[in-house]
């Protein structure tokens, strides 16, 4: 069974610092692992994902993450936060179940920035 | 294409009446997911559509909750009878699972009221 902890519920940044948020996984497969976005009453937009190519993945937004299977994590960083960054994140593992593939969310990190 | 799109947008209806919910899912997708969302329980997996079978609706929550595919452009979630713990946030989402390593595309989301 695969499952996704995001460690932490709220992260507060002020504009112009690094963000960190944090996703860790466990999957009977070879994972393949997203972050999703979702701004206030809006869906859930990709912001990148992991597919076993390289394993530091570059998204929109200026927004990466690193896979390093011996933590089984998928940290999300930016280098400096800016004020729109303010939204709800999705740590997301896929992988196949009964030849199917299937989507876990996490809980989300909702993360607040303030000027 | 317009992307995944859901209707309504907005519902509120009244304890034990019937509510449809309706997903146009991208144009070519295969597979169709129906999530729910609540502060509570977060992003849950409702059931899932591939070529128009469902393949897993063990996150269906009771029996009064349906939901049918009956062509590759259409999908419904019905409650009947509505109930005020079923006031969540509805997503629809559809990808082309060719692999694990497809992300789904998200609709705006039906935000349901049950008063």
């Known amino acids: 069974a695969q499952s996704v902890t995001q460690l932490d519920s709220h992260v507060s940044v002020s504009e112009g610092t690094p963000v960190l948020l944090r996703c860790n996984y466990s999957s009977s497969y070879s994972p393949s692992l997203f972050w999703y976005v979702q701004h206030p009453n809006k869906g859930l937009q990709l912001l990148l994902k992991y597919t076993s190519a390289a394993t530091l993945v570059k998204g929109i937004n200026g927004f990466e993450a690193e896979f390093k299977k011996s933590e089984t994590s998928f940290h999300l960083t930016k280098p400096s936060a800016h004020m729109s960054d303010a939204a709800e994140y999705f740590c997301v593992v896929s992988d196949k179940k009964s030849g199917y593939s299937t989507l876990t969310f996490g809980k989300g990190t909702m993360l607040l920035v303030s000027p | ?115």
């Open chain 2, 1 to 115: 294409d317009a992307g995944v799109i859901q209707s309504p947008r907005h519902e509120v209806t009244e304890m034990g009446q019937e509510v449809t919910l309706r997903c146009k899912p991208i144009s070519g997708h295969n597979s169709l997911f129906w999530y729910r969302q609540t502060m509570m329980r977060g992003l849950e997996l409702l059931i899932y559509f591939n070529n128009n079978v469902p393949i897993d609706d063990s996150g269906m929550p009771e029996d009064r909750f349906s939901a049918k595919m009956p062509n590759a452009s259409f999908s419904t979630l019905k409650i009947q009878p509505s109930e005020p713990r079923d006031s969540a946030v509805y997503f629809c989402a559809s990808s082309l699972a060719r692999s694990q390593n497809t992300e789904a595309f998200f609709g705006q989301g039906t935000r349901l009221t049950v008063v």
